[in-house]
C-alpha cells in the first residue's frame, strides 16, 4: 500500500523558513519523478518544484530561486525548502508522487505576520 505522508507545515512570518518532508511508503522516491504541489483557498492546484529520477529539478517562476526540492534516497523521503517566504506562499502543500498518482493528504503552510 502506497502512503505519502508530509510534514513539516504551520505558521511562519514573512522572511522566514520552513522545511517541508513528504515520507513515503510503498513505492521508492528515486524511481518516481516526485513533485510537491500547492492550493490556496479558491485557487487551482500549481506545480511548485520536480525532481526527477536522474535528479534534475524544476521550479515554478512564483517559487524559483526561494524554495528547493530534494530528496534523500535512504530516508525515502523527498523535501521541499522553503526560504523567504511571502504571504502568497500561503496555500496547503502535497507530496506528488507523478509516476504512479498517488497524493499525499496535504499540510498547511501559512505565511503571516
Known amino acids: 500500500q502506497v502512503q505519502l505522508v508530509e510534514s513539516g507545515g504551520g505558521l511562519v512570518q514573512p522572511g522566514g523558513s520552513l522545511r517541508l518532508s513528504c515520507a513515503a511508503s510503498?513505492?521508492?522516491?528515486?524511481?518516481?519523478?516526485m513533485a510537491w504541489y500547492r492550493q490556496a483557498p479558491g485557487k487551482q492546484r500549481e506545480l511548485v518544484a520536480q525532481?526527477?529520477?536522474?535528479?534534475?529539478?524544476n521550479c515554478a517562476d512564483s517559487v524559483k530561486g526561494r524554495f528547493t526540492i530534494s530528496r534523500d534516497n535512504a530516508k525515502n523521503t523527498l523535501y521541499l525548502q522553503m526560504n523567504s517566504v511571502k504571504p502568497e506562499d500561503t496555500a496547503v502543500y502535497y507530496c506528488?508522487?507523478?509516476?504512479?498518482?498517488?497524493w499525499g493528504q496535504g499540510t498547511q503552510v501559512t505565511v503571516s505576520s
Open positions: 506528488y508522487a507523478r509516476s504512479t498518482g498517488y
Open positions: 525532481i526527477t529520477i536522474g535528479g534534475s529539478t
Open positions: 510503498g513505492l521508492t522516491v528515486n524511481r518516481q519523478v
